[in-house]
């Protein structure tokens, strides 16, 4: 129901009570609402773009996460016309959407792509998902302050804007996860519109075509068939949800399949990617290390940053031995020392603690958001709106616990793993 339809409603429902109303003034108060509306999406949407930009235009672009592997990837197909072997390369296990994006705006024979071009598609991603997370915040009840705060975080944190203006499929494919779920929310109220669904199974698809954290939307797209009136108009949707998403990403993991045996490849086990991933393993991982977070984490909040010490590769801060310690650090700074030069990991340099520590109380806000939509979601046994939500975000941590306690090493704890929660 629109707001136009509930004033109209309201209107009536008064005027058989007696109550005399203005409808000239209803109205003005209606399009005065939603211009607050259009015009605090618009600042910080315009906002979020003008800082990418700026980081594009301004920093050196080939620093990040694998940042040569994925360029690697790129080069092989602009250069040679064909897609790597998924073990060929540093990064060539990944699905291949946003290689082949990327390749659209790519020249063989130069550096293999346009930085602009190649880097504005994370940017256009988060800037997608930060829209996305304003019009479900409304959407599910939420005021226009709380619309507000919540776009800000998705589009502002560290570990957003780092996506946002890097080489790397994280942005992308938290983007269109994050197109996935005004679908998902929809159908969580009503689970037979075919089109809905349709739409659902397409972004989640092109998410399990970028990344394969598109199995954390995959596995919400069940949520909203999973109910006690399910009849066949419903699993009419469901089907079609589903094939949608095979017809999409089924190729991909099919040529995994038949390449290597497997449908999600790794290339960790191989060199030289194994030797980089062992030196930063800073012991073995223990079950304390996920029930703990050590404070200097957020003191020291990188993986190179000792007391009393200059950074070096041989410096390990055995703080991040703590699994959420680092996930966080990495969230609101720097903590693999990608983008900001390794002289301000150090002590008396108070720009990353000042981060770490700011960042305390929306993360806690944030916690305590989805523990209690998490507690609505089991009292109402799967029956509230955000239900695909909590379950994506439940599929996406209960990953990376597993991904991070199979992979010891400091370099499988990022929170760019985490980045398709970013909406949820």
């Given at each position: ?186 159908l969580q109220a009503n689970p037979r519109e075919l089109r809905t669904a349709a739409f659902a199974g397409l972004m989640a698809g092109l998410a399990l075509a970028t990344k394969y954290t598109g199995l954390f939307v995959a596995a919400a797209c069940m949520v909203p068939f999973c109910r ?97 310690g680092l996930t966080y650090a990495s969230m609101w700074y720097d903590a693999h020392s990608h983008r900001i030069p390794g002289r301000f990991h150090r002590d008396g340099i108070y720009a990353g603690p000042l981060l770490t520590l700011l960042g305390i109380v929306p993360t806690a806000l ?59």
């Amino acid at each position: 129901m629109t707001s136009g339809d509930a004033t109209s409603v309201g209107g009536a429902n008064r005027a058989r009570e007696g109550v005399e109303q203005p409808p000239r003034r209803t109205r003005e108060h209606g399009v005065g609402a939603r211009r607050r509306v259009v015009l605090l999406v618009a600042v910080l949407l315009l906002a979020a773009a003008a800082h990418y930009l700026w980081n594009i235009s301004t920093l050196y672009p080939l620093i990040g996460y694998d940042d040569r592997g994925h360029m690697q990837y790129l080069a092989t197909l602009v250069d040679e016309g064909r897609l790597p072997h998924p073990l060929e390369g540093w990064s060539t296990f990944h699905p291949p959407l946003y290689y082949l994006s990327g390749s659209l705006v790519s020249w063989p024979g130069r550096p293999v792509w346009s930085p602009l071009g190649l880097l504005a598609l994370s940017a256009l991603a988060l800037l997608a998902a930060g829209l996305v997370s304003f019009r479900l915040v409304l959407h599910l009840g939420g005021g226009l302050a709380v619309a507000g705060v919540a776009t800000a975080l998705v589009l502002f944190v560290p570990c957003s804007q780092l996506a946002a203006t890097m080489v790397g499929n994280e942005a992308l494919g938290a983007g269109l996860a994050a197109l996935a779920l005004p679908a998902l929310v929809r159908l969580q109220a009503n689970p037979r519109e075919l089109r809905t669904a349709a739409f659902a199974g397409l972004m989640a698809g092109l998410a399990l075509a970028t990344k394969y954290t598109g199995l954390f939307v995959a596995a919400a797209c069940m949520v909203p068939f999973c109910r006690g009136d399910f009849d066949k108009r419903t699993l009419r949707a469901l089907v079609l949800c589903g094939f949608v998403g095979v017809l999409v990403a089924g190729p991909v993991y099919v040529r995994n399949i038949k390449l290597t045996g497997s449908p999600i490849p790794m290339t960790r086990e191989l060199e030289p990617m194994k030797g980089a991933e062992e030196s930063l393993i800073l012991r073995e991982r223990r079950l304390l290390d996920y029930l703990w977070i050590n404070p200097a984490s957020l003191l020291r909040p990188s993986v190179q940053h000792m007391k009393g010490e200059p950074p070096a590769s041989r410096n390990r801060n055995p703080a991040m031995t703590s699994v959420w310690g680092l996930t966080y650090a990495s969230m609101w700074y720097d903590a693999h020392s990608h983008r900001i030069p390794g002289r301000f990991h150090r002590d008396g340099i108070y720009a990353g603690p000042l981060l770490t520590l700011l960042g305390i109380v929306p993360t806690a806000l944030v916690v305590a958001g989805f523990l209690a939509a998490l507690w609505g979601l089991l009292r109402r046994r799967g029956n509230t709106p955000d239900a695909s939500l909590v379950v994506m975000a439940i599929a996406g941590l209960l990953t990376f616990v597993t991904f991070t306690w199979k992979a010891p090493s400091a370099a499988a704890v990022k929170a760019s793993y985490l980045l398709p929660l970013v909406v949820p």
